[in-house]
């Protein structure tokens, strides 16, 4: 089975950071794209940040310039670094990844556990 967990989380005041990291594990074939949502209480869940095999990028308006994603291929993870947070990104933050796990299986989505992360005035 393949699985995703993320770690990085926490309390942190207004204008810190935090680097998010996700690790998957167990058979896969290809990833096709990796990617950082995010729930805040009673709120849809949004897309924070995604990046693709191909190497394009897209990040909520409300991030652009603060968060970054990165990925490394090789060990099968994906970082989100986080700066000048504010209250407003206050959430569980879940990565996700679209990925095929044997040659014969079609690409799908796979999600994290979730990691809180808090933001303080």
């Known amino acids: 089975q393949v699985q995703l967990v993320e770690s990085g989380g926490g309390l942190v005041q207004a204008g810190g950071s935090l680097r998010l990291s996700c690790a998957a594990s167990?058979?896969?074939?290809?990833?096709?794209?990796m990617g950082w949502y995010r729930q805040a209480p009673g709120k849809e869940r949004e897309l924070v940040a995604g990046?693709?095999?191909?190497?394009?990028?897209n990040y909520a308006d409300s991030v652009k310039g603060r968060f970054t994603i990165s990925r490394d291929n090789a060990k099968k993870m994906v970082y989100l670094q986080m700066y000048s947070l504010k209250p407003e990104d206050t959430a569980v933050y879940y990565c996700?990844?679209?990925?095929?796990?044997?040659?014969?299986?079609?690409?799908?989505?796979?999600w994290g556990q979730g990691t809180q992360v808090t933001v303080s005035s």
């Open positions: 990046i693709t095999s191909g190497g394009s990028i």
């Open positions: 996700n990844l679209d990925l095929q796990s044997t040659a014969y299986t079609r690409s799908r989505p796979y």
């Open positions: 167990g058979i896969i074939f290809s990833i096709n794209a």
